[in-house]
């Protein structure tokens, strides 16, 4: 124990070399001085961002900045030591949700509330150091957003990247759509099942289509939202399914969770001032193709969505806090720190079906 009262070392999962297991080993836990705030883990998501870090592709640019590295952005926990600068509303004990989209220096981007896209990022479990650990120093207390009233803190953890990037994505719908616009949500696993819970909240009365190849996903999102139908690319002629199924009309809004391929079919299928949200980054370095002469004279919007704000993810807690959102059935498994890397590989080879979280 240290002077604090919390053990000097605690248990983690060690990216060691790519590809491989994670290593359980013990590291130093920190006393949090000034604005840090040291939480006690309850919940550590895996995100397929974690599956590129973990097969070393995004390595080159920086991800994860050195090796060995704790893997995790989706971090719940609560708090257990403060720094003297953090105000005293924030107490020992409090539940708080880790928004991970930090950034080492404020800009004109974060001085205007675009928190998801400054100058200079850094991101737990991404560049440096994260969640897959019992303790982890947050190094502001702006970062925390305030879990009371939350009963599963651990299932809160995925709302910090998956809740949170779905909720950005779908709200730049508002304001375009009219009642009875089709809108489909492309990839229904376990971003897909945040995504079609705020398109009915947010817009009632559009038709929610779901799109994926895996009928077994098209039967957990359902389980979670009631869709008006669903396509399954795997199973036939897309185009053709789409016509039906959308009456003629195409798409009024997309919200693609995948990214790869699908750009160039879903695109084709939106109609007159549709709008496409770009999100998935399955297809990280794929080239797509969109027909700028049907972009221009159908007046298409395409656009990309990246994670979420601040403020968008106190939002969503809140949403969540009030009952509006389903936080838990999203998450498809829980499992122990040492079964961590059974989570990636799961990933990797498709056999998640929702979220998967690590528990403490
Ligand atoms: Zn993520």
Not at 99 to 114: H, M, N, S
Request: proline share 5%.
């Amino acid at each position: 124990m240290n002077k604090i009262g919390i053990p000097d070392r605690h248990r983690a999962a060690f990216l060691v070399d790519f590809k491989s297991p994670l290593e359980m080993g013990y590291t130093d836990t920190a006393i949090p001085v000034g604005n840090q705030v040291l939480i006690r883990v309850s919940g550590a998501g895996i995100c397929h961002s974690d599956v590129h870090v973990w097969e070393g592709i995004w390595y080159k640019g920086g991800s994860p900045g050195k090796l060995p590295h704790i893997q995790s952005h989706e971090i719940s926990g609560t708090v257990a030591a403060i720094g003297d600068s953090v105000p005293e509303r924030i107490k020992p004990g409090d539940p708080v949700l880790v928004y991970p989209w930090q950034w080492l220096e404020d800009d004109r981007y974060t001085a205007a509330g675009l928190t998801n896209v400054p100058d200079r990022p850094v991101v737990p479990g991404i560049n440096i150091d994260g969640g897959f650990q019992e303790y982890f120093l947050v190094s502001h207390y702006r970062y925390l957003v305030d879990a009371r009233g939350i009963e599963d803190l651990p299932a809160l953890a995925p709302l910090s990247c998956g809740g949170l990037t779905t909720y950005r994505a779908v709200k730049k719908l508002d304001g375009k759509l009219q009642p009875d616009d089709y809108v489909a949500v492309v990839g229904l696993g376990g971003l897909g099942s945040y995504a079609v819970q705020y398109l009915r909240l947010l817009f009632p009365q559009v038709n929610i289509i779901g799109a994926d190849i895996r009928e077994d996903s098209i039967e957990f999102a359902e389980g979670i939202c009631r869709m008006d139908g669903y396509i399954n690319p795997a199973s036939g002629d897309t185009n053709k399914a789409i016509t039906e199924i959308t009456r003629g009309h195409g798409f009024r809004g997309v919200i693609d969770l995948v990214g790869k391929g699908t750009l160039s079919i879903y695109s084709r299928a939106l109609s007159k001032e549709g709008i496409y949200v770009m999100v998935g980054l399955m297809g990280t370095g794929i080239q797509e193709s969109i027909s700028p002469f049907f972009t221009v004279s159908m007046e298409k919007t395409i656009t990309g969505s990246y994670v979420g704000t601040l403020s968008e993810q106190h939002e969503v807690v809140d949403l969540a806090r009030k009952g509006l959102i389903n936080y838990r059935k999203p998450v498809s498994s829980r499992i122990a720190l040492e079964n961590a890397s059974k989570g990636l590989q799961n990933l990797e080879d498709g056999k998640a079906l929702g979220r998967q979280v690590v528990v403490f």
